[in-house]
Structure formats: structure tokens, C-alpha cells
């Protein structure tokens, strides 16, 4: 449906100087990759990533920003300071981030937005936890953070954003949703993005799944018709194994 999109989520992994020369590996690796590849690293990370990424068909991308231009917000990183560095794509409300950092589907409004008028491209993240999904309100929560997500955002603006579904209980747990899961979810996000927009629109979303895809299963949930690429983590490390799910494209 939307554009095929497959971003690495590094986390708290690989140090500066390891950087350079890990993502001229990646380039290398992903040549010829039917998708929009993405490298997400840590803030101390994205100088060199940049620099290795020039001229290449790989885009860099920051793990988090701050909702404010500036200011006494110790240890933050804003929008405006991405940007100046390169930076063209930024994830926001990972569920780490929202366990970890008290991220609130309020603060993950405003940081998207705060992306769009900057004109970084968001990956929102949204998914349930075991016990939600055990409770049958699996898209209950997910409607939820998708509606608050994008509260005051234009149509023109919200299909600039790409949307990660990551299940809360299958992200680092070598667990996976099976294809039918992923599938009904993404589906489902799909049918919200058309309600609160339109039907058209809802169309032009890039909707990727995360949550231990890996080289193995990553054709077998790409294939499905509303899953748009994947958010990678572990697998994100391994330029051989990134560039395999960027292949599965």
C-alpha cells in the first residue's frame, strides 16, 4: 500500500567510532534493496553515520527528540539540532521509551508534530502488551494511540508519517505475531487512518511491523498486503542480516 520503508532501531548498541565504518557496510550490503533503508542510531552516533551515508541510498535516523525549539531541558536533543546535522527521519514513542521515560501518547503528539513542521519524517510507534492482548483489547489501545498520535494534524501532514507496529511482548523476545496477527493489526490501523481521514488517504501510509523480524520471517510478513517494510532491532546490527530483510522486500 504505502511505500516500502525498512529502518534499523540500533537502541543503546555500537559506539562513534564503530559507526563509519558499520554503515558503509550497510550501504554496501543493501544495494539494490527494493525499499527505503534507514539507519536509526544513538545521538553520539549520527555525525559519523551522516557522513558515511553521503551521496548513498541510506537515510539516517534519530531514536527520540524534544518537542521544544529550545531551552533548559538537560540532556535533550530538538528537533532544529537533528536537522542541522542531517538527520531526516526520527522514531518516536517506542515502548521503551514509554516504559523507560514516561513518553505519553500526549508527548508523542507533540513530538510528531513538532517533526512534521521541521520536516523529519516521524516513524510513530504503537503496540499492546501480552496481558492487553490476552484481554482481547488489542485494538482498542491501538486506536487509541493512533487517534491521540494524531490529534491536530492535517491529512496533508499525517501521510508524511510512517507508523511502526511493534508488539510490546515480541520486541527483543525472539517472539514474533504471526503473519495473520501482524496482518489484522496493521489492517486495522489502516481502517482507523481511513476514519480519521479518508479511505484515499489511508492508502498512502507507510505501515511497518517490528518485534524480532528477522531474515527468516521477514518475506512471510512483507508479503502481507498492508505491512510496508519493518522498525529492526537486533537484526538492525548485522549489516548481512538487515540488508537480507531489506531484500525481502
Not at 511497518?208 to 519493518?230: F, R, T, V, W
Request: hydrophobic residues 40%.
Amino acid at each position: 500500500m504505502g511505500k516500502y520503508i525498512v529502518a534499523g532501531n540500533w537502541k543503546m548498541n555500537k559506539l562513534p567510532s564503530e559507526t563509519y565504518d558499520y554503515v558503509k557496510e550497510v550501504v554496501e550490503a543493501t544495494k539494490g534493496s527494493n525499499c527505503e533503508v534507514v539507519c536509526c542510531t544513538p545521538y553520539v552516533c549520527l555525525a559519523p553515520a551522516i557522513e558515511a551515508a553521503k551521496g548513498t541510498h541510506v537515510k539516517i535516523g534519530a531514536e527520540n527528540l524534544h518537542f521544544e525549539d529550545k531551552g533548559a531541558y538537560t540532556g535533550e536533543v530538538s528537533a532544529d539540532m537533528l536537522v542541522d546535522l542531517g538527520v531526516q527521519y526520527v522514531i518516536i514513542g517506542h515502548s521503551e521509551r514509554r516504559e523507560y521515560n514516561n513518553e505519553t501518547d500526549e508527548t508523542v503528539n507533540l513530538k510528531t508534530k513538532k517533526a512534521l513542521e521541521k520536516g523529519l519524517i516521524p516513524i510513530v510507534c504503537v503496540g499492546e502488551s501480552l496481558e492487553q492482548r490476552e484481554a482481547g483489547i488489542t485494538m482498542d489501545l491501538i486506536a487509541i494511540q493512533i487517534k491521540k498520535a494524531f490529534a491536530d494534524i492535517s491529512a496533508e501532514d499525517a501521510k508524511k508519517v510512517v507508523i511502526a507496529y511493534e508488539p510490546i511482548w515480541a520486541i527483543g523476545t525472539g517472539k514474533t505475531a504471526t503473519s495473520d496477527q501482524a496482518e489484522e493489526v496493521c489492517g486495522g490501523i489502516r481502517k482507523i487512518l481511513a476514519d480519521l481521514y479518508c479511505e484515499k488517504c489511508s492508502l498512502e501510509f507507510t505501515i511497518q511491523y517490528g518485534g524480532s523480524m528477522n531474515p527468516g520471517n521477514a518475506a512471510e510478513l512483507m508479503a502481507k498486503p498492508n505491512i510496508d517494510g519493518g522498525l529492526i532491532g537486533g537484526a538492525s546490527l548485522v549489516a548481512e542480516n538487515f540488508a537480507a530483510i531489506t531484500k525481502s522486500c
